[in-house]
């Protein structure tokens, strides 16, 4: 059974910064696309950050110059270092994994149903 491993959510003071990690427990998960979702209380889920099998990335325009994301293909780990954090980061974060044979785009890749296996979710929250 496929399991997405999602860690490093918290608390912090605005300003401040957390980094977030998601193993996958399948090796031939380096072969895909990789993520980050997140949703807001009250709000609908929405695309932060993913980053292709060859290394390919697109952000959201709300995390642009503030967050980061990478992988390490050996350990089929997705990072996202979390900077600048402002209240309206508050959100459950999820681990995404795209597995497709067509290629991500900047169409696509904010499509929710473009993603084939979800993590459980880890809770950010930034304070004022």
């Known amino acids: 059974q496929v399991h997405l491993d999602e860690s490093g959510g918290g608390l912090v003071q605005a300003g401040g910064s957390l980094s977030l990690s998601c193993a996958a427990s399948?090796?031939?998960?380096?072969?895909?696309?990789m993520g980050w979702f997140r949703q807001a209380p009250g709000k609908e889920r929405e695309f932060v950050s993913v980053?292709?099998?060859?290394?390919?990335?697109y952000y959201a325009d709300s995390v642009k110059g503030r967050f980061t994301i990478s992988r390490d293909y050996g350990k089929h780990t997705v990072f996202l270092q979390m900077n600048s954090l402002n209240p309206e980061d508050t959100a459950v974060y999820y681990c995404?994994?795209?597995?497709?044979?067509?290629?991500?785009?900047?169409?696509?890749?904010?499509?929710?149903?473009?993603?084939?296996?979800w993590g459980q979710g880890t809770q950010v929250t930034v304070s004022s």
């Open positions: 980053i292709g099998p060859s290394g390919t990335i």
């Open positions: 399948e090796r031939t998960f380096s072969n895909y696309a």
């Open positions: 995404v994994v795209r597995r497709r044979n067509y290629l991500i785009n900047v169409i696509n890749v904010r499509r929710e149903n473009e993603y084939d296996y």
